[in-house]
């Protein structure tokens, strides 16, 4: 009588819950990545295998988000990101670049299964270090003049953090 009462339990149990939806992303293009000529450009390419942009030039407000495929912690991020993209998109520019894969597919595939829809820079050859240092994820604030406002080291704790935070690095309210 236990075996079965903890049975009905457990079934009713699971069966409340919700299943996770996946939620479907795109490659994007990189051609409406706003950025500034500077004297020594840090180009990187495009996810999407296309031209990509000068990293050291991007022109805010934007969100510089540096993430690879391997990371579970840039994983546990990319819900706060995509809910945050979907209020700000018409006021921040959100760029993604991805580092130290082992193929491109890695990443395609990463932004495919975790519903990212913005354009995302690939660093094939780990040129971005001297720009951006070691170590993922990190989240960078760039003001409208193209400057570095602010280095978020880690993961996003939620999206309230994101949107505190580019109000009070870019200036943006949401």
Known sequence: MKRLAAAVVLL???SCSTPSEKIAGHVIDCSAITSITTENPLVLGCLDGGEGASID????PAIINVWAS???SCKKE??????FYLKARDKVEIIGVDVEEASIEDGRSFVENNGITWPNLYD???ASRKYFGMG???????SADG???????GVLK???ELISLTSEYLGVKL
């Open 12 to 14: 009713m149990l699971t």
């Open 57 to 60: 030039g991007i022109k805010g």
């Open 70 to 72: 391997w990371c579970a």
């Open 78 to 83: 990319m819900p706060i990101l995509r809910s």
């Open 124 to 126: 094939a050859d780990g």
């Open 136 to 142: 993922i994820p990190v989240t960078w604030f760039i």
């Open 147 to 153: 400057t570095v406002a602010y280095k978020h080291i």
């Open 158 to 160: 939620n999206e309230a």
